[in-house]
């Protein structure tokens, strides 16, 4: 998605709002109503808005621009930018709404004040703070950060510090795919790494049982419920009728056959009342920044709306916790020894997954792929790459890593602490994605032939070009700055090395999983060939924040090629979605 530049209260009204008007305008507002349209906007727009569903994005942003902009604002907004569009310059967005919604909690009062569902002023003062908040989420201290780093690299970086966790809200990994992905890891785990126990004799997914006090299958099940209860709903309807996006707590999993222990542990897991969220926002992580610390709603995506009312804050949340809210949850639960233990496997699971992907696609028989290949005649049994490509002059070799950016380095807005950390777990490190990558690139196309290992009984003496490729499951990493910063150390690591000059080796490719499963569909229905679109995103033609999924659409434009579903994904969800069926009664 391109660069998000949302539209700000100053450019349209010429005054630079401060926090104290802020504040004074949220003092106004009846906490737990102010709260609720703001969460319930928010999941509005994490169901629904979507780049490359400009046309239904353009209609919801419209709607929302009517519902809380008084007449002056919305004709500013129409007069100043008659042709923007709400994709990339809208008035309301996911890091806005939220971070407004944690101020609520802060600062609006429990009573005595205007509700925004019952009076419409009330509830275009709320749009009128939306607005405001735009103008507050950059501090002066990033402002001033960004203007004095001239120098190109510590600029980039800068940005990159400040764009990331907007661009992990703005670009959500899809629903479906992350639903089949969760599923795929648990089986996986379950087939081939049942063998493996920590120290107290339990299996790894047991922890997570013994931790939640619930199965990890039947918190994919209890998910999935709720995912495909907003998934009925039609953005017609909610942007006509907020309160559609509440459910019963008591009705949404009554036919299931989940016992109800579990179902309560679901909700004590997953839900939280007002004052609780007040109190988790009260103990903040103090190097973490409010515009990008949404800790308590990631951990508790639901919030109660009464009793036996509940509403989802974020979508994107929700699903987050059949990713990395399980390899969180299993993770803080383990002590050093086995969190390591843990660690491996779990890579060894991603690493799993992602060569299933590709060997649905160049079957193992088909003498292309190599999943896992290993260096021939070495007793230490030396692995050469996670995955590897044959394509005749041609060579994927691919790295991939299951590990995640902490909370710190991703939302401290610390450039150092960031960096230091891609630069650990992706970078150059020893064992990390570059590292791993240029020395096994040195290792068989070394400038001395003799000091050349081959691996998989792999002739590659035809090899003229080899295309490096990260398979990361972070999706935060998905910003195109991401793949600039590694793609640079990659550059600077490589000069250093004893590699065949004659050999051309293309930029560095960072792949998010699910770049991986979208642009796969393409190269089986023989759109074009997996080296074509690496060739494209290493054109220099690009600019550093532009991402994969910007360059797979501007290639598929180029070409007149029209976007293509993973056909395999929506199998394997249909598959789902039966098997889910057994859950309920009838």
């Known amino acids: 998605m391109p660069a998000l530049i949302y539209i700000q209260h100053s450019e349209l009204t010429g005054e630079t709002p401060t926090d104290d008007q802020l504040t004074e305008l949220l003092r106004s507002l009846h906490k737990a109503p102010a709260f609720f349209m703001l969460v319930m906007v928010n999941l509005l727009l994490s169901l629904f808005y979507r780049y490359f569903r400009a046309r239904e994005t353009e209609q919801i942003h419209g709607a929302l621009l009517d519902f809380l902009l008084d007449e002056h604002l919305f004709e500013l907004v129409r007069q100043k930018f008659p042709r923007e569009s709400a994709v990339t310059r809208p008035v309301f967005h996911r890091q806005q709404l939220l971070t407004l919604a944690r101020r609520v909690l802060e600062v609006s009062p429990d009573y005595g004040a205007d509700n925004p569902f019952e009076s419409v002023e009330a509830r275009h003062r709320l749009g009128s703070a939306c607005l405001l908040m735009n103008d507050l989420l950059v501090s002066p201290d990033q402002s001033e950060r960004l203007l004095r780093e001239l120098e190109h690299d510590p600029a980039l970086e800068e940005l990159l510090t400040q764009w990331l966790p907007v661009s992990e809200l703005m670009n959500p990994p899809d629903e479906v795919h992350s639903l089949v992905r969760a599923h795929q890891f648990i089986k996986i785990i379950n087939d081939h790494f049942s063998a493996v126990v920590i120290s107290s004799g339990e299996h790894l997914l047991d922890v997570f049982d013994r931790v939640n006090g619930i199965s990890l299958d039947a918190h994919l099940a209890l998910v999935y419920c709720i995912y495909a209860y907003y998934n009925t709903l039609e953005y017609g309807q909610v942007t006509s009728n907020l309160n559609s996006l509440k459910f019963v707590k008591s009705v949404i999993f009554s036919k299931m056959t989940v016992s109800d222990e579990q179902k309560e542990r679901f909700f004590e897991l997953n839900a939280r009342t007002l004052s609780s969220l007040i109190d988790d926002f009260r103990v903040p992580v103090a190097t973490l920044l409010s515009q990008y610390d949404f800790t308590p709603f990631r951990k508790y995506p639901l919030a109660y709306f009464g009793e036996d009312f509940l509403t989802c804050v974020d979508a994107n949340f929700l699903i987050e916790k059949l990713g990395p809210g399980v390899y969180h949850s299993i993770a803080n639960s383990l002590d050093k020894v ?171 490719s960072l792949l998010t999983v699910e770049n991986l499963e979208r642009l796969l569909s393409y190269v089986e229905a023989g759109d074009f060939a997996f080296t074509d679109i690496l060739d494209e995103y290493g054109l220099g033609t690009y600019q550093p924040h532009e991402s994969f999924q910007d360059v797979l659409i501007n290639f598929r434009k180029k070409r007149g090629i029209k976007s293509r579903p993973n056909e395999r994904i929506l199998h394997s969800y249909g598959e789902l979605h039966e098997s889910m069926k057994t859950l309920f009664s009838e």
Not at 463 to 490: C, E
């Open 338 to 508: 086995d969190r390591e233990l843990f660690f491996t496997t779990w890579g060894q699971a991603f690493q799993e997954y992602v060569n299933q992907l590709l060997s649905e696609v160049y079957p193992l028989g088909s003498g292309r792929f190599f999943p896992t290949p290993y260096f021939d005649q070495v007793k230490s049994a030396y692995e050469a790459f996670d995955g590897v490509i044959d394509c005749g002059d041609a060579l994927i070799a691919m790295e991939y890593k299951g590990g995640f950016l902490s909370a710190g380095a991703k939302y401290s807005g610390q450039r150092d602490l960031l960096v230091a950390e891609l630069d650990q777990k992706f970078g150059r490190a020893r064992g990390a994605g570059v590292e791993q990558l240029v020395r096994k690139i040195e290792v068989v196309f070394n400038s001395e032939r003799a000091a050349r290992k081959t691996f998989a009984q792999l002739h590659v003496d035809a090899v003229r070009r080899v295309y490096p490729v990260l398979v990361v499951q972070d999706i935060s990493l998905q910003i195109g700055l991401a793949n600039w910063r590694l793609k640079r150390w990659f550059e600077e690591e490589r000069a250093s090395r004893s590699i065949d000059r004659d050999l051309v080796i293309r930029p560095l």
